[in-house]
């Protein structure tokens, strides 16, 4: 009788630390900084196309209408076509390519355009001023 409540308990226990363990996971993720696009991620929502990039465009668009102009992406070479200045450009993909979240910045290939380091989007100042 002794022995048996005593397993039992040792059960009991055991599933506690279970639930306390899966708990702890669930609740509170590590929240990770993400340095090529800047948002807060968990591991658990990280993956293949987590982290689109935006087409590049440095240059001037080609006028290639009375109010339509060409942009040419300086990463991959799709044009994109403005229908109206100021309308924004309309690319067939979105975006330009999808990579993972990362908080290593040597697997980010920055430009200083569209993909920024943390000094350029002002996250070290922002984690300064929250502190
Ligand atoms: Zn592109
Ligand atoms: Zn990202
Ligand atoms: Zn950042």
């Excluded at 996971?25 to 590590?30: A, F, N, S």
């Excluded at 900084?33 to 807060?40: D, E, K, Q």
Aim: proline share 2%.
């Amino acid at each position: 009788m002794e022995l048996v409540s005593f397993l039992h308990m040792l059960k009991k226990l055991g599933l506690e630390v279970d639930e306390a363990r899966r708990v702890a996971l669930d609740k509170e993720p590590v929240m990770l900084h993400c340095v090529r696009c800047h948002a807060g991620y968990t591991e658990k929502d990280n993956g293949a196309t987590a982290c689109p990039v935006e087409h590049d465009v440095d240059d001037e668009g080609e006028r290639v209408g009375p109010d339509e102009y060409e942009y040419t992406c300086s990463f991959c070479e799709e044009v994109g076509t403005e229908d109206g200045a100021g309308n924004g450009i309309d690319w067939e993909n979105s975006v330009c390519y999808e990579a993972t979240h990362t908080t290593d910045k040597q697997e980010v290939e920055y430009d200083s355009r569209t993909v920024l380091t943390c000094e350029e989007n002002g996250c070290t100042r922002q984690e300064r001023d929250t502190a």
